[in-house]
């Protein structure tokens, strides 16, 4: 990387859509140099490596100093602009994703709060600048590597935030309450695992899913692995109990009895049906 000259690579890979890059660059701007008022339909993450600007977003002007992100959002008008006397280098990624939202969450990231300040900011100029290199080849290798340092960036600026200790919302919590199940459903576990894997009571767990789903904890599982055990049913043909271990019931007539209160039917039925 030459911070002698401005850069701005395109990314074509169109693989990966949990986290992905269209573009990336460098610049060191002129003193004044603006960009809107313009809404973008992508994420933009700006890092400033020196100097200073303004930025402006939902009507709040945010003063930007060196060694600090800053965050455009999708469909929001932005204006940002450089400083008179000691305008600012950047280095952005214009990147998308199923991840992205989730990612700028945990970090505390939003249209309201568009700023964020680093512990370890040369060790993030450092994975910058590798994806800025990586992005100007054209070789497979390169193009994962350069997603795999795209996870590493958003994880290096997580540990600033020692989110362990993160309190969650009940929102953010029913979100990894569900992802939890739906990759674990098939491993026998219950109610009780979901609340500790959360490091919540179970009570207090429980009435805050159900607040937020309209259901409890130990429906939404059982729900899920009957559904799951009707599409073996039709397009598989695993027997009653193979079927029963893969989503995560050990007991066959454990399993048949729920599979009847649920469906109405036997598992045999249903297949028959």
């Excluded at 991840?99 to 964020?116: A, E, M, R, T, V």
């Excluded at 990759?183 to 894997?197: L, M, P, Q």
Aim: glycine residues 4%; neutral net charge.
């Amino acid at each position: 990387m030459d911070y002698r000259k401005n850069v701005e690579n395109t990314f074509n890979f169109l693989g990966p859509t949990d986290l992905n890059m269209y573009y990336c660059g460098y610049k060191a701007n002129l003193p004044l140099h603006s960009y809107g008022p313009a809404m973008r339909d992508h994420y933009l993450i700006v890092y400033t490596r020196k100097g200073s600007g303004v930025f402006k977003i939902k009507d709040t002007v945010h003063t930007i100093t060196n060694k600090c992100i800053f965050v455009i959002f999708p469909h929001h008008e932005v204006f940002y602009q450089a400083d008179s006397i000691d305008p600012w280098e950047n280095i952005w990624l214009g990147v998308y994703g199923t991840l992205i939202p989730s990612y700028l969450d945990n970090l505390g990231l939003s249209p309201d709060s568009p700023i964020f300040s680093m512990a370890s900011p040369d060790i993030i100029e450092n994975t910058l600048k590798s994806i800025l290199d990586l992005s100007q080849t054209n070789t497979i290798s390169d193009k994962m590597n350069c997603i795999s340092l795209l996870h590493h960036f958003f994880s290096i600026l997580s540990k600033d935030l020692n989110l362990r200790d993160k309190c969650f919302s009940k929102k953010q919590y029913i979100e990894l309450a569900l992802n939890f199940i739906n990759y674990n459903y098939d491993r026998g576990i219950s109610s009780i695992d979901i609340s500790e894997h959360l490091s919540l009571d179970r009570s207090y767990f429980s009435k805050i899913f159900k607040e937020e789903t309209h259901i409890t904890p130990t429906d939404y599982l059982n729900n899920l692995r009957i559904k799951k055990a009707c599409t073996l049913l039709k397009d598989t043909s695993l027997s009653v109990q193979t079927i029963s271990y893969s989503i995560g019931i050990y007991d066959q007539f454990y399993f048949s009895r729920l599979f009847k209160n649920i469906i109405g039917c036997t598992p045999s039925y249903y297949r028959k049906r």
